[in-house]
């Protein structure tokens, strides 16, 4: 695969991965890791989330802005990097709104808490196991039959 095809199946699994655990870098060195759910993937490569702003995954994001997005599915994973920004820009909001992002901010788009998370992605990596559950459990067996490596897709990209 060339790296553009690599960063087109990167960023066409992400579409279809909804939530993702955005992990920063706390003040000691360790890692927090939260869920939170994505909103949009743009062509650009770049991510939106919506967030509350006080909370220690933002403070921790302002200070060290570089982060990693893990996501999964059934049978695909991705791991991404890049740096995120703390956006206050209301029509944005408005347009990502959602019921979910309502069950963390009752007050709507118009609360002063609300905000956005844009990540713009430097580059990262996939695991994709074509053709879903019944090539997965093929692969399995054929690895514990001929001692193979399990069948995956994977590859890496800078976006």
């Known amino acids: 695969m060339t790296d553009t095809d690599d960063q087109a199946k990167l960023l066409e699994l992400m579409r279809d991965m909804y939530v993702a655990m955005l992990t920063t870098t706390r003040d000691n060195g360790t890692f927090q890791a939260v869920p939170m759910a994505r909103q949009e993937v743009d062509p650009s490569a770049e991510l939106w989330f919506i967030t509350a702003r006080d909370t220690e995954h933002v403070r921790n994001l302002q200070a060290r802005p570089q982060v990693g997005l893990t996501f999964s599915s059934r049978d695909s994973w991705v791991s991404v990097h890049g740096t995120a920004t703390l956006v206050d820009d209301h029509a944005k909001l408005e347009e990502l709104w959602n019921t979910f992002a309502e069950a ?24 994709d196991s074509p053709g879903g559950r019944v090539a997965s459990l093929i692969s399995f067996v054929k690895t514990k039959v001929t001692g193979d490596t399990y069948d995956t897709d994977t590859g890496t990209a800078d976006l």
């Open 104 to 127: 963390w901010l009752p007050g709507g788009p118009d609360d002063d808490n609300a905000a956005l998370i844009r990540v713009d992605l430097a580059g990262g990596e996939y695991w």
